[in-house]
């Protein structure tokens, strides 16, 4: 199934990803991932990424969807993939179909998860990611089995520079102003799948499953 996870900062895309990941097999996209990979590598594009970012800039949306599709080529994405934080505006996401068109592919289903900015920012404190694989938890609704280390490859939990409740709140406005008219983009193309994101981890994974079922 080829997916994308959506939703504000903060309702637990990425805990909700990594279950989709276990279910299906198939990788989880992420484009900061993505970016981080191609500058190790040194490849061409990765190479243009790092001088831009080492200036303090913004990647292109031109570098990012060359980025995508380099790795949307690549043989595990074949059964299908998991998008994580891209597109982020209208016209990445109109890029993005005409990529996935090109290549003849297109996605199944667009998984929203829906949770009110209120409790977003209530919620975004005690949000742990892992420092080795970006694995999340939360010290109350998602905990890790061992306190500090991550379950998939215990790695150490940190608290995210951009974690703290002014950023979440600028991240939020961003997000409402930039993101969220992609929710009436996706829902005329009829892919769009709304979740509660207000319910603890374990109900919102059987909810999507569920959904998901029906689909398949």
């Known amino acids: ?107 199944d289903k667009v998984i929203s998860l829906n949770v009110p900015d209120k409790l977003i920012i209530e919620r975004i404190n005690g949000r742990r990611v892992c420092l080795d694989c970006g694995a999340s938890f939360h010290v109350e609704f998602n905990s890790s089995k061992v306190k500090g280390i991550c379950d998939y490859c215990s790695g150490k939990l940190i608290i995210r520079d951009d974690d703290d409740i002014e950023t979440v709140k600028s991240r939020l406005q961003t997000y409402h102003k930039q993101t969220s008219p992609l929710i009436a983009f996706y829902t005329n193309m009829g892919v769009m799948l709304n979740l509660d994101g207000t319910k603890n981890v374990k109900q919102v994974k059987e909810d999507m499953f569920k959904a998901l079922v029906k689909f398949q």
Not at 21 to 28: G, H, V
Not at 62 to 82: A, H, M, P, Q, Y
């Open 1 to 107: 199934m080829n997916l994308m996870v959506f939703g504000a900062p903060g309702v637990g895309k990425g805990t909700q990803a990594k279950f989709l990941m276990e279910e299906y097999n198939i990788p989880q996209i992420s484009t900061g991932d993505m970016l981080r990979a191609a500058v190790d590598d040194k490849t061409d594009i990765g190479i243009e990424a790092k001088k831009i970012m080492d200036k303090g800039g913004l990647v292109p949306d031109s570098v990012i969807i060359e980025i995508i599709k380099n790795r949307l080529s690549k043989t595990d994405c074949k059964k299908g993939f998991i998008l994580d934080g891209f597109p982020r505006t209208l016209l990445q996401a109109e890029v993005l179909k005409e990529l996935m068109d090109n290549m003849k592919m297109e996605l």
